[in-house]
């Protein structure tokens, strides 16, 4: 969600376009012409007879699974679930087929020869998936919502009163929050040390200390300095963070001057970056907006602001 793709998210995205392309050519080919994929793969035809109408039922699997896994290929850590679900027919098959060879259904040698292609697909998507949540790099959004509080409640250093009243809430509340929380944190374009600079100063102008120590996390996440940090939470930005740190203040606190520091955001960096930072500030003050508005004021209140 913060920045650009790094090498290892690439990585996942390569596993699963080769799973994806994989799945999808083979696919193709049996609903194309059955009988020459059954002639194609050797290991076929010792499981009987050819059935175009059962070969191309399956190929409907291979196809469907690779388009799935296609999508999720365009941006795993946001359609990680698109993975599991792209994942899970040829994973399943993967296993019939290990089975079959414990079972004394098929041999070894039988196994071995079909295993690059049964095998192959499911465990590159398994790959991916282990890297993805190894590093935690997955949208909150399909993650059990009890699950979600106590992990989000940890890594917030239990400075978010309000799970328990999310999780309670009819409705799929908490699902819908899931989906929101990845807006708050979007920068793709964006410096980091600006983009966190304006996230910190928004955060700050809604009085939240813990709120505002929790952004400061973050932005140390993101390869922020933490001697930069630790002057956007005092107020006191570097030079270079001056603007987008008093555009993000001014966004996060309504304040009309937001207009002129978002015109000067926008002179310095592009229309995309303020927009960003525009986007970031206007969100992030949610957290705190949401304390309030459940009656956590005091856990709003000022903290020794420094990480």
Partial sequence: ??????????????????????????????????????????????????????????????????????????????????????????????????????????????????????????????????????????????????????????ATGGNSPYLPDLIAAPGHAAEKFQHFMPVTAHRHAAPADAFHAARIGATLAADCGPCALIAAESALGDGVARDIVNRLLASDPPADLTEAFAFGAAVGSHDPAADAHG???????????????????????AYPALKRGLGFANSCALHKLEV
């Fill in 1 to 154: 969600m913060l920045g650009q793709f790094d090498a290892l998210d690439r990585l996942v995205q390569l596993l699963l376009l080769i799973a994806a392309v994989g799945a999808i050519a083979n696919g193709g080919f049996m609903l194309v012409d059955p009988l020459a994929w059954y002639v194609f793969i050797p290991t076929v035809i010792t499981t009987g007879p050819p059935n175009a109408h059962f070969i191309r039922d399956i190929a409907l699997a291979y196809v469907g699974s690779g388009l799935i896994l296609l999508y999720a290929a365009g941006h795993p850590i946001l359609r990680w679930r698109a993975a599991v679900v792209g994942g899970l027919w040829l994973t399943l098959h993967g296993l019939l087929h290990v089975y079959e060879v414990i079972a004394g259904i098929c041999g070894p040698a039988t196994f071995w020869a079909d295993a690059p292609g049964v095998l192959g697909h499911p465990l590159l998507v398994i790959v991916a998936l282990t890297i993805l949540f190894a590093r935690q790099r997955i949208a909150p959004a399909g993650i059990p919502a009890r699950l979600f509080a106590r992990a989000a409640d940890k």
């Fill in 263 to 285: 015109a000067q955001i926008e002179m310095l960096y592009g229309r995309t970056i303020r927009f960003e930072m525009a986007l970031t500030a206007a969100t992030v003050t």
